[in-house]
C-alpha cells in the first residue's frame, strides 16, 4: 500500500516562505501538490514527474512555488515564496503510477497540511 505524508505547513506573514515536504514508500511516476481553501475546490498547484525535469504549475503560483525531488528520499518539495494570504489553504501531496497533469485524477493522496498566510 502506498502510503504519502506531508509535513512542513505553517502560519507566516504575507510576502514569507515555507517549504513542504512530501514522502512517498514507494515509486510513482508523477507526484503533485494540491491545494483547498475553505469553502473552495481543490486545486492542482504544481506536478513533478519523478523520471525526469518535466515540471508543471498552475498559473496562480507559477514564479512563486518551485517543485522539486530527492530522489534518495522519494520526497518531493514544494518550495513557497512571496506567499499571499490567498495561498492559505490545506496542502496535499498526491502521487500516481500513470497520471502527471492538474487535475484531481491522482490515486495516493496524502492527509495534508494546513498552510496560513496572513496581511
Known amino acids: 500500500q502506498v502510503q504519502v505524508v506531508e509535513s512542513g505547513g505553517g502560519s507566516v506573514q504575507a510576502g514569507g516562505s515555507l517549504r513542504l515536504s512530501c514522502t512517498v514508500n514507494r515509486y510513482n511516476y508523477c507526484m503533485a501538490w494540491f491545494r483547498q481553501g475553505p469553502g473552495k475546490k481543490r486545486e492542482g498547484v504544481a506536478v513533478k514527474n519523478t523520471g525526469s525535469s518535466y515540471t508543471l504549475y498552475a498559473d496562480s503560483v507559477k514564479g512563486r512555488f518551485t517543485i522539486s525531488q530527492d530522489n534518495a528520499k522519494n520526497t518531493v518539495y514544494l518550495q513557497m515564496n512571496t506567499l499571499e494570504p490567498e495561498d492559505s489553504a490545506m496542502y496535499y501531496c498526491?502521487?500516481?503510477?500513470?497520471?502527471?497533469?492538474?487535475?484531481?485524477?491522482?490515486?495516493?493522496w496524502g492527509q495534508g497540511t494546513q498552510v496560513t498566510v496572513s496581511s
Open positions: 498526491a502521487a500516481d503510477l500513470a497520471y502527471c497533469g492538474l487535475r484531481n485524477a491522482y490515486t495516493h
